[in-house]
């Protein structure tokens, strides 16, 4: 059974940082992509950062290029998101997501299959 658990969310000032976890256990596959969505309150879930394990590529959503980092720990299971200069905008639940094919981070593209229960992060201006 696929748990992903998500951790290191809060409250933060705009121009902070913050850095997300997600312990990843029970995937069915080595290796595969991983990623970050966020869901603001009224809006529809957001892709915001992907890694695939097995080289290291990877891809970020505009709104948070040069400002958020991926990266994954493949020993231990783990994934996070660096999250510097922080804007009020970035407000959302996030959640940690795996795939062992690509998926997308655009609106219309493919979602991944596993799913995080989510970690609040609250950006205060």
């Known amino acids: 059974q696929v748990h992903m658990v998500e951790s290191g969310g809060g409250s933060v000032q705009a121009g902070g940082s913050l850095k997300l976890s997600c312990a990843a256990s029970?995937?069915?596959?080595?290796?595969?992509?991983m990623g970050w969505f966020r869901q603001a309150p009224g809006k529809e879930r957001e892709g915001v950062a992907r890694?695939?394990?097995?080289?290291?590529?990877?891809d970020y959503a505009d709104s948070v290029k040069g400002r958020f980092t991926i990266s994954r720990d493949n020993a231990k299971n783990m994934l996070y998101l660096q999250m510097n200069r922080v804007l009020p905008e970035d407000t959302a639940m996030y959640y940690c997501a795996a795939d062992r094919y690509a998926f997308s981070l655009s609106d219309s593209g493919r979602r991944p299959q596993y799913w995080g229960q989510g970690t609040q992060v609250t950006v205060s201006s």
């Open positions: 890694i695939y394990t097995g080289a290291g590529y990877t």
């Open positions: 029970g995937l069915p596959y080595s290796s595969g992509f």
